[in-house]
Nanobody, 129 residues
Framework: VYMVEDSGGGSVQAGDSLTLSCKAS????????MAWFRQSPGKEREFVAA????????YYTDSVKGRFTISRDNANNMAYLQMNNLKPEDTAVYYC??????????????????????WGQGTQVTVSS
């Protein structure tokens, strides 16, 4: 069984920074595509960022481009989401997700929730104005 555990959420002020962590257990972490999604109260879960397996290629939703950075440390089975210049609208529960690709992936694949088989429990991020 492959498991992911997300952490690092908290309450911050607008303009602050926060880094979320995702620890994966299991073999061949470098073969997994990793992503972050978020869900605000009353809204559906939405894609935030993803990082490909193998090559270092990243994908972001428009609202976080230039502010968030996704990265991975394959040696330690970790993925991260560095969030800078946080805004109140970034308030949400953030989820780490993992998927072992069976084919080449493109942006339209990475943004789909149903592509990912493994999910963290979520970590709350609250940004106050």
């Amino acid at each position: 069984v492959y498991m992911v555990e997300d952490s690092g959420g908290g309450s911050v002020q607008a303009g602050d920074s926060l880094t979320l962590s995702c620890k994966a257990s299991g073999r061949s972490f470098n073969a997994y595509a990793m992503a972050w999604f978020r869900q605000s109260p009353g809204k559906e879960r939405e894609f935030v960022a993803a990082i490909a397996s193998g090559i270092i290629k990243t994908y972001y939703t428009d609202s976080v481009k230039g502010r968030f950075t996704i990265s991975r440390d394959n040696a330690n089975n970790m993925a991260y989401l560095q969030m800078n210049n946080l805004k109140p609208e970034d308030t949400a529960v953030y989820y780490c997700a993992a998927e072992l690709p069976q084919k080449p992936l493109y942006y339209d694949d990475y943004v789909r929730e149903d592509m990912y088989d493994f999910w963290g429990q979520g970590t709350q991020v609250t940004v106050s104005s």
